[in-house]
């Protein structure tokens, strides 16, 4: 258990941050999930849309300290280039 005040604090502050990042992240799982979804589906429309919407969301995690940076980058990068193999 905690014997100072600062300690104390460590311990509220780091719970709520631990839970908004776990929550960030699970919004950008399921993000990346519709846009999946729509592409083996084969839905070009829906998978562009959704990749419209996952992208700031992974970036968002990305400034935001959630993912890494090349991590995000990588998401982005592999959907696009699936949404466009499925183009044409």
Not at 35 to 41: H, K, R
Not at 59 to 83: D, E, P, Q, T
């Amino acid at each position: 258990m905690p014997s100072h005040a600062s300690a104390e604090k460590r311990i509220r502050k780091t719970a709520r941050r631990t839970a908004v990042n776990k929550n960030r992240k699970s919004q950008i799982r399921t993000a990346v999930r519709k846009v999946e979804e729509a592409l083996a589906a084969g839905n070009q429309e829906a998978a562009a849309a959704a990749l419209k919407t996952a992208e700031p969301q992974i970036m968002r995690g990305v400034s935001r300290g959630v993912i890494h940076k090349n991590a995000g980058s990588r998401k982005v990068s592999r959907l696009a280039s699936r949404l466009k193999k499925l183009k044409g």
